[in-house]
């Protein structure tokens, strides 16, 4: 008998996350997912009136891949995957590995080769069809989060299915201070961070290009970040995990680089030109994800967090920079963490991981659950 949370599941990202509708075609990319949920999800798309194109992948299988990839086995994989690509009006990806450290053998130059020449792949994806990403619950998940597998499931239901609509009305008053605002100051146990978001904009996401979901983004100028940030919690980035990271900036640039391994977070950092600079800021807000799990599309929308991304930009909040990187650092500023401040314009709007200004507070855990 199917799970009745996979059917609910499937129905939010068809009629909600992507608003699949009839004639809409859409790659269903499934990655170490079981089969009756991509059962389910062609059922909800096919009862939309949408015709959806299944790809089935297997991490174990990936790794293989790109452990000795070559030029010409990446640019293949572009040729192949951009042409079905520019044929999809929708992208639903659901990734689930047994083992989130599968790739941690791979070489950082292979890695760095296929993101930088299969980077075109991502960029209609994301700037030409209506997308969602998830993640799909696993035993490494559960353990990254300190729970059973059984009480990590129910976790990732309730987050996965919970009100967006409702979190999406209370977005749009931080949307526009965001909009609005110059001046961005970030305070916290050794953190002094300042950078300008002047003309930038901001981008509200609520449920339809992630799952989880709960941020609002925008984007330093390229050149205006001057400072220290020190995250606290791990993060994972092509197979390996990174904790204490500290960034150091002048004029925009990472100068300074340090972590558990800073021989390869700096490998990552010299990617490309593009890399050492900046390509996205974000509040986080989701009131059922308190806790890091080394999943970043649940960590960077941690309840009192904020995210500040090295690498790649997105169109919608452009500065300009752009990099085969695209590395989201969470930094968590409730009290339980060490505390944190962030300011607009001079003006105090966030202190230890709760809205002040009275348009802000909808966004606090207690008013969201």
Known sequence: MTDPRYTKLARLLVEYSTALKKGDRVLLDMIDVPDEFSIELIRAARAAGAIPIVEARHTRLNRELLRETTPEHASLVRDIELSR?????????????????????????????????????????????????????????????????EAFENLYFDVCTMDYRKMARAMVPLEQRLKKADRVRIKGPGTDLTFSIKGIGAQMCKGDRNIPDGEVFSCPVRTSINGRIQFNTPTLYSGTKFENVCLVFK????????ANNTKRLNTILDTDAGARYTGEFSLGFNPHILNPMCDILFDEKIAGSLHLTPGQAYKQCDNGNRSAVHWDMVLIQRPEWGGGEIWLDG???????????????????????
Do not use: H
């Not at 639903?92 to 980077?119: C, Q």
């Not at 004029?251 to 340090?258: C, E, K, L, P, Q």
């Not at 709007?349 to 659950?369: A, E, H, Q, T, Y």
């Open 85 to 149: 690509m520019r044929k999809m009006e929708a992208y639903i990806a659901v990734r689930g590995s047994a083992n989130a450290n599968e790739n941690a053998d791979v070489p950082s130059d292979r890695m760095a080769l296929y993101s930088r020449i299969t980077r075109s792949v991502l960029n209609q994806r994301v700037d030409k069809t209506r997308w969602c990403v998830l993640r799909w619950p696993s035993p490494s998940m559960a353990q990254g989060a300190g729970m059973s597998t």
């Open 251 to 258: 004029d925009g640039r990472v100068v300074n680089a340090t």
């Open 347 to 369: 003006e105090l709007v966030r202190k230890n991981g709760l809205f002040l200004p009275k348009d802000l507070k909808p966004l606090n855990p207690s008013n969201l659950k």
